[in-house]
């Protein structure tokens, strides 16, 4: 979570032990060392990221993942099914849904094997602190990359509907 100027002369092993040491810190920074599972944090702050554009989004994203994991729901993040398609060209598709891979949280419950990109020390911050709310869905609902949120499935199909009328679904 950093921005790394990397000379000519360098090698491979010197730039990933400049990515790694830098992590390390920054990870450090925002607490993670008093998580009792640093794993599962950057994991579901890979999901923050690759899901938040507005850095107030990122703490009840947080929530909705652990409040969804808690109640043993599929967590349904298109993130994961582009990472799993290999590509985040084009809409999310029935085939992407079906897919078998274990990157496919619509169909596979808990959090995606591995995290699903880098995270910023404010995608991480919200992975350990994520918001004191009840929300269990969200969808984009303005351009500018804000997000809805909603405590049941009904509230839920009624910010979709608003998405798609505003054309961000």
Same mark, same amino acid.
């Given at each position: 979570p950093d921005t790394y100027f990397v000379a000519? $002369?360098? =090698?491979?092993?010197?730039?990933?032990?400049?990515?790694?040491? $830098?992590? =390390?810190?920054?990870?450090?920074k925002v607490g993670i060392d008093a998580s009792p599972d640093p794993y599962h944090v950057i994991t579901v702050a890979s999901l923050i990221q690759t899901e938040a554009k507005l850095d107030e989004d990122r703490p009840p994203i947080a929530a909705v993942v652990e409040n969804r994991l808690r109640d043993d729901m599929p967590l349904q993040i298109d993130a994961t099914l582009l990472y799993a398609r290999g590509s985040r060209e084009g809409p999310i598709t029935d085939a992407d849904r079906s897919s078998g891979s274990p990157y496919n949280t619509y169909r596979v419950k808990g959090l995606p094997p591995t995290p699903i990109s880098t995270v910023a020390a404010v995608s991480l911050r919200a992975a350990l602190h994520p918001a004191d709310v009840p929300y269990r869905f969200y969808v984009l609902i303005e351009a500018n990359g804000k997000h809805a949120f909603a405590v049941t499935f009904a509230e839920h199909e009624r910010n979709v509907a608003e998405a798609r009328r505003k054309g961000l679904l």
């Open positions: 000519k $002369t360098e =090698d491979e092993l010197s730039v990933l032990r400049t990515l790694v040491r $830098t992590f =390390d810190a920054q990870a450090t």
